[in-house]
């Protein structure tokens, strides 16, 4: 049984060179501006690298990269940082080819290598390419085993029209909270996730953070647009890009996953049945007996969980019925004690609900809608009945840091610019104490 504790409104300090930067981007990039792409093609010698985690974060990492077509595998050199000693200690020696994607960039390869036998806790210095190129070098950290406490930071849709601001918020998040393991983003990543243009601006963007920390991301319907409006397609360009757990249902690998840090468990799901059921026609009803089996076989104390459209939403005209009606009952039978989503690109919290209504002290779930870490912004969201608390991010991004120790969960929603939206906290105690 878990408590909500008083929220608060306050402010974080700010940081002038942060402000500067926002207001220089306000100043050259405000919404409206009409995103033309950036011309950048792979070359041979790797970007866009991106780490994440297949599979247990203490002891693997997976990193990706993208080469021109012609670079036709890859090698990983890590070492542990601070080892004295000749650099690299390891070479992880990948040969078998990149996953080919045709873009109006030009075709190139997105390469893939997952690090296993790594020690828990330890961080290491890391490059990747070969004799065509290398890499700068990088770091990443693997998990402890005993997590204490840690920390991992939460955007809402960076969908642009330029991807400056997310850049911004990115980059500003990660500078002031340099300890977080990792990050997610709750879908629409991206405004036409089939094309190719919009993922160039956003990896660009996120050059100094991605190849740093993991990015354990969603799809969001975005995710499945094309350049064409008004067509989807099944979003290969989210999968080939990010390496994430393959234990979703099948059709599913990639998109609907689960993994552990430290004492939360975490599930990933894709509320696109919209987009999604022309390709997989049943993709709720697997996701429905996946996250039953999930949520039944996990220990952990904390359950978190991650959807694009929420069960509750705020834009005036939206009802996300099918979602409450497929995932609640599953979220509130196992205790699932926080949600995050998206798509309404508005930071709302709700009370701790129970069968649509506020549950008894000391249960139900917490839905976050996180706010908006792009561009776009909407001028019907509206506070409802089942928020406790409502903020329409209009005037500039915002992203989540969410603290976990012990029994004790606080999340911040901050401001691009430094402000403090709100901080609150959950407390996961067992019943009695
Ligand atoms: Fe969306």
């Not at 306050?10 to 306000?26: D, E, Q, R």
Request: hydrophobic share 35%; with cysteine; glycine share 10%.
């Amino acid at each position: 049984m878990y408590q909500l504790k008083n929220s608060r409104r306050g402010k974080l300090s700010l940081n002038t060179l942060f402000i500067v930067l926002f207001c220089a981007i306000l100043a050259l990039g405000s919404p409206g501006t009409v995103f033309s792409g950036e011309i950048s093609g792979a070359t041979a010698v790797p970007d866009h690298i991106t780490l994440t985690w297949a599979s247990d974060p203490s002891t693997t990492q997976s990193i990706a990269w993208r080469t021109d077509i012609n670079m036709a595998g890859g090698q990983v050199q890590y070492a542990e940082a601070g080892e004295t000693g000749s650099w690299p200690r390891e070479t992880e020696i990948h040969t078998t080819g990149g996953a080919g994607l045709v873009t109006p960039l030009g075709d190139m390869n997105i390469h893939a290598v997952m690090l296993t036998g790594l020690k828990p806790g330890t961080r290491y210095l890391y490059r990747v390419g070969g004799e065509e190129g290398w890499s700068a070098v990088h770091t990443f950290t693997t998990a402890p085993r005993n997590i204490e406490r840690f920390k991992f930071l939460v955007f809402g849709d960076s969908q642009s029209t330029s991807y400056a601001l997310w850049r911004a918020t990115l980059h500003g998040a990660y500078g002031a909270n340099a300890n977080a393991a990792f990050f997610t983003n709750v879908g629409d990543l991206v405004d036409q996730g089939q094309d190719y243009n919009q993922w160039n601006g956003w990896f660009n963007a996120a050059e100094g953070v991605i190849d740093n920390i993991p990015a354990m991301p969603i799809t969001g319907n975005h995710e499945y647009y094309t350049a064409e409006r008004g067509r989807t397609a099944w979003p290969v360009f989210f999968t080939t890009q990010f390496k994430l757990p393959q234990n979703g249902p099948a059709e599913l690998k990639g998109q609907v996953y689960s993994f552990d840090y430290g004492n939360v468990h975490f599930v990933m799901l894709d509320s696109q049945a919209g987009e999604g059921a022309v390709f997989v026609p049943d993709m709720l009803e697997k996701q429905k007996a996946w996250l039953e089996d999930d949520l039944q076989n996990t220990r952990q104390p904390w359950k978190i969980v991650f959807m694009h459209r929420s069960p509750y939403n705020n834009r005036l005209n939206r009802d996300n019925g099918h979602i409450r009606a497929a995932f609640v009952p599953i979220l509130e039978r196992y205790n699932v004690q926080l949600v995050f989503t998206g798509h309404d690109h508005v930071y709302a919290r709700t009370y701790p609900l129970r069968g649509d209504a506020p549950a008894v002290k000391g249960s139900g779930t917490v839905y976050v809608i996180s706010g908006r870490s792009g561009t776009k912004t909407y001028p019907d969201n509206v506070a409802r009945n089942w928020d406790e608390f409502f903020y329409d991010p209009t005037d500039e991004p915002n992203y989540l840091t969410v603290e976990v120790q012990g029994d004790s969960l606080t999340v911040n929603s901050v401001k691009l610019s430094g402000g403090l939206i709100e901080s609150w906290s959950l407390c996961n105690k067992p019943a009695g104490e």
